[in-house]
């Protein structure tokens, strides 16, 4: 394959035969004008790849289409070089949480531009940070900033290969730990077999190093565990998946991932780019109980700016230099306005009635959009934790990478643009997450629902 495992195969492969008979339905759903987005993106494409600077961003997923371009965002809505007006549950694929340029966030971040933006230094705002962070999650002994998510995940690979002397990492299908080559790996031919290059560029050795597992499947876990026993160095997992759609794990599942871990010399390694502040105020780990080695943390810390980190147990961090021999290093890492940020993103999200009211209107939004599907006839199964939730075409639970990818595109994507056309905003692809931030509002949820129940209507009967 010549792209990531989680675009490959949201490619709509039938899509255009299938949605044939959609496209009127377009038509009729009170169009949006897109005009000045076309001339954007046709400009665009001359000069930056494809037209955008991360592929999710494209339509390809469903079926193809204009992106569409936004000059401008606030609260839970956007505005696109159109004029037009959207409600937004894409939350920018995750940092959103507050939505869009929260005023306390946006004063932290004035202050840091007035202050200098860069140091190259220690500063009181990182070393404040921290300590917010290891506040709220206890298990961050030792944090390191770096500046995404996949630096984070990167670097905690270099860190358990580091302490334990292996080399082997398990991760587990369909989950996405950002671009770095070992994690543009798919699964072999079998459960438990070592990797394939899943990106044009990824060699064959470092393929040869990661083994591919299903997810909620604690015995292939512990069959490859048994196979590699001295081999694997760490096993990386989403707590709950964020990027097949929304997938929490089933009961016990996660701490038997630590026991098997530990029991075969492993480190354990929790994703938590995704997961971290969105459901509480602390990991889900905590939510579930559960204690990893390591974590990688992003998006939501840093408050809408670019941020990652990493920690977890001191004795496994102090094996990162300046005092052991696993190196890492960054200029932009701590970069004060990161850190403002993400100080005044948590301040507001210590607030416990912030995550109360995003899991009422999930569970508003999970209800509405099961109710408008039934009603109409149209099979759907709606994974939700909290405020996060996913809709899948089909009729069959989705508790693993396999099961998503049976689900129907092609539907989805007749969703996706009838939504869009009237003011409604979710991630162009059926394995992304609806995120209600907490700057929704109940005549948001309310007007969303109306027009599900309308757009069902229209592509149903």
Not at 22 to 47: G, H, I, T
Request: hydrophobic letters at 40%; aromatic letters at 10%.
């Amino acid at each position: 394959m010549n792209v990531p495992q989680c675009y490959h195969k949201c490619v709509v492969r039938l899509f255009l035969a299938h949605l044939f008979k959609f496209q009127p339905v377009y038509r009729r759903l009170n169009p949006l004008e897109f005009s000045e987005s076309k001339r954007w993106f046709e400009r665009s494409e001359q000069a930056i790849l494809g037209g955008v600077n991360s592929p999710s961003r494209s339509f390809k997923a469903v079926g193809g289409g204009i992106p569409i371009v936004m000059k401008r965002a606030y609260g839970a809505y956007f505005e696109d070089v159109d004029g037009n007006t959207f409600i937004d549950y894409l939350g920018a694929y995750g940092p959103l949480v507050l939505g869009h340029a929260h005023p306390h966030v946006m004063q932290a971040v004035r202050q840091a531009t007035e202050d200098g933006i860069l140091y190259g230094t220690p500063t009181p705002w990182e070393v404040e940070f921290a300590e917010t962070l290891q506040e709220a999650i206890p298990d961050l002994e030792r944090v390191r900033f770096v500046n995404s998510g996949t630096e984070a995940v990167m670097t905690t690979l270099r860190v358990a290969r580091g302490a334990t002397g292996r080399n082997k990492i398990v991760k587990f299908a369909g989950c996405y730990h950002g671009h770095s080559d070992a994690m543009l790996v798919a699964a072999g031919s079998g459960p438990s077999s070592i990797g394939i290059p899943d990106s044009a560029g990824v060699t064959p050795a470092t393929a040869s190093e990661i083994i591919t597992v299903p997810y909620n499947d604690v015995e292939a876990l512990a069959s490859t565990l048994e196979q590699h026993r001295f081999e694997i160095a760490a096993v990386l997992v989403e707590p709950i998946v964020g990027n097949f759609g929304i997938v929490a794990p089933q009961t016990g599942f996660l701490q038997q991932v630590i026991d098997l871990s530990h029991a075969a010399g492993a480190l354990v390694i929790f994703d938590e780019v995704i997961t971290a502040f969105r459901f509480h105020y602390g990991t889900a780990a905590q939510m579930y109980d559960v204690h990893p080695d390591l974590y990688a943390l992003g998006k939501i810390i840093g408050g809408g700016l670019p941020i990652g980190a990493y920690g977890g147990k001191q004795v496994v961090m102090e094996r990162v230099a300046p005092l052991g021999p696993v190196y890492q290093a960054g200029t932009m890492a701590g970069n004060p306005a990161s850190m403002r940020a993400g100080l005044a993103c948590l301040e507001v999200l210590r607030q416990p009635e912030i995550y109360e009211r995003m899991n009422s209107f999930g569970q508003r939004l999970e209800t509405g959009l099961h109710n408008a599907a039934q009603r109409v006839g149209a099979q759907v199964t709606i994974n939700r934790v909290g405020g996060a939730l996913t809709v899948f075409f089909g009729s069959q639970p989705v508790v693993n990478y396999e099961q998503a990818v049976r689900t129907s595109s092609e539907e989805f994507a007749a969703l996706f643009h009838a939504l869009l056309r009237r003011g409604i905003f979710i991630a162009p692809s059926k394995y992304e997450a609806w995120f209600v931030s907490a700057a929704h509002s109940e005549g948001d949820i309310t007007k969303t629902l109306q027009i599900v129940d309308a757009t069902f209507d229209e592509l149903y009967r």
